[in-house]
């Protein structure tokens, strides 16, 4: 079937699924987050310092690039054109989860709540639950390996003829986005840390597998999906990807260079200096 038979055939479902309803069920929970955001910060500023404004920007820039890619016109675009689809993924699976991240939300959570809640919510990140679903390697599963049933099956396809595929995909991308990058860097309290050997390991494995499915998009375009946009889409993937990937690589190796680097006491002792 070539392209334009397939936008063509396809044309009522992708209408349906893009309508108002999915648009608005995926739209919502980012809606919700950056008002409970935006009341824990100014909570956390009466009771406490103030909350450090770059992360309020992050949590916001990451939060439109999210709604931006489920909803209004991009959204719109990225099922008729493979390689703003490609966009949109990497907005919704990489971006956004990264800034995200950086916004330190269960920080904030924490400062914001009551001690019974924030006990509460306490336990609830020490659950084995928690701890499994924020091992790099689960992570990783989840994520990369998610996005390689997405392209290199049909599974693609039928989310375009599915309003609940096409929700549950879109919010798994998310999702599963935001888990890898929190496993990798520890912006907010870690109950479950693992080693920065084991993070570093993961990562590059990860990595290596999310570059290997770009080439194989490249050279294996899902169905119905024209060569060219495949090629750009793939290339897209491989280029965009490194570079957020280059971030959380940077900061990785930082945390691990700051927590590993000689450290110096200094105390007085009759009078003197000395350097531990």
């Given amino acids: 079937m070539n392209s334009d038979n397939y936008h063509h055939a396809g044309g009522t479902h992708i209408h349906e699924v893009i309508g108002i309803v999915p648009q608005i069920i995926l739209v919502l929970p980012f809606v919700i987050g950056l008002v409970i955001y935006f009341f824990a910060v100014i909570n956390s500023n009466r009771r406490y310092r103030k909350w450090p404004f770059y992360r309020t920007v992050l949590w916001v820039i990451g939060v439109l690039c999210a709604i931006v890619a489920v909803a209004g016109p991009f959204a719109q675009r990225a099922h008729t054109d493979f390689t703003v689809h490609m966009l949109g993924h990497l907005l919704l699976g990489m971006l956004a989860p990264l800034l995200m991240v950086l916004s330190a939300p ?3 959570a924490l400062r914001t709540l009551n001690v019974t ?3 509460r919510l306490t336990r609830v990140l020490k659950s084995w ?4 679903l924020s091992d790099p390697i689960v992570a990783s599963l989840l994520n990369i390996g998610g996005l390689w049933i997405l ?3 049909d599974l693609y396809t039928a ?3 599915n309003i609940t595929l096409h929700v549950l995909i879109h919010l798994h991308v998310f999702l599963a986005g935001y888990l890898f990058t929190l496993s990798m860097i520890y912006i907010d309290p870690t109950p479950h840390p ?3 050997v084991y993070r570093a390991t993961v990562l590059i494995l990860a990595l290596a597998a999310h570059g290997i499915l770009s080439k ?5 375009p899902p169905s119905g999906i024209p060569v060219y946009q495949a090629e750009k889409g793939g290339m897209l993937m491989y280029y965009g990807g490194d570079t957020i990937d280059i971030v959380i690589i940077f900061l990785l190796c930082y945390q691990w260079y ?3 680097r000689p450290k110096t006491t200094v105390t007085m002792s009759r009078g003197q200096y000395k350097h531990f």
Wanted: charged share 15%; aromatic share 14%.
């Fill in 216 to 220: 194989y998009i490249y050279a294996n």
């Fill in 258 to 260: 700051r927590a590993t």
């Fill in 117 to 119: 809640l924030a006990r």
């Fill in 151 to 153: 392209y290199a099956t």
């Fill in 194 to 196: 693992t080693s920065y």
């Fill in 106 to 108: 269960m920080t904030l």
């Fill in 159 to 161: 989310m375009h003829e």
């Fill in 129 to 132: 639950p928690v701890r499994l």
